[in-house]
């Protein structure tokens, strides 16, 4: 069984931040859409992507690599969930 989302949402959290290098006053809410607030681009999408798969122990498909699912760290979450249940 997959850890909890709230952990999950906190862990994905945090490597946005270190990616993004943003400043640790910079709210980063569930629903925040990381590109239209500049928080993310696609250079840092690809370093967070390999972060991911490395803390998670996955790996997302090109059926997974959309940008809806990358939009918000919600979204994100969501993603990463699923791949590790179908993984399970």
Request: proline letters at 5%.
């Given at each position: 069984?997959?850890?909890?989302?709230s952990?999950?949402?906190?862990?994905?959290?945090?490597?946005?931040?270190?990616v993004?290098?943003a400043?640790?006053?910079?709210?980063?809410?569930?629903?925040?859409?990381?590109?239209?607030?500049?928080?993310?681009?696609?250079?840092?999408l690809?370093?967070?992507?390999?972060?991911?798969?490395?803390?998670?122990s996955?790996k997302?498909t090109t059926?997974?690599?959309?940008?809806?699912?990358f939009?918000?760290?919600?979204?994100?979450?969501?993603?990463?969930?699923?791949?590790?249940?179908?993984?399970?």
């Amino acid at each position: 069984m997959s850890e909890p989302y709230s952990t999950t949402l906190q862990k994905v959290t945090a490597l946005i931040r270190e990616v993004s290098q943003a400043p640790d006053d910079l709210v980063i809410d569930p629903h925040t859409n990381l590109f239209s607030e500049r928080i993310l681009d696609s250079v840092m999408l690809i370093d967070l992507l390999n972060k991911i798969e490395t803390e998670f122990s996955i790996k997302v498909t090109t059926k997974e690599f959309i940008p809806e699912n990358f939009s918000t760290t919600d979204l994100l979450t969501q993603a990463i969930l699923r791949i590790k249940d179908a993984k399970e």
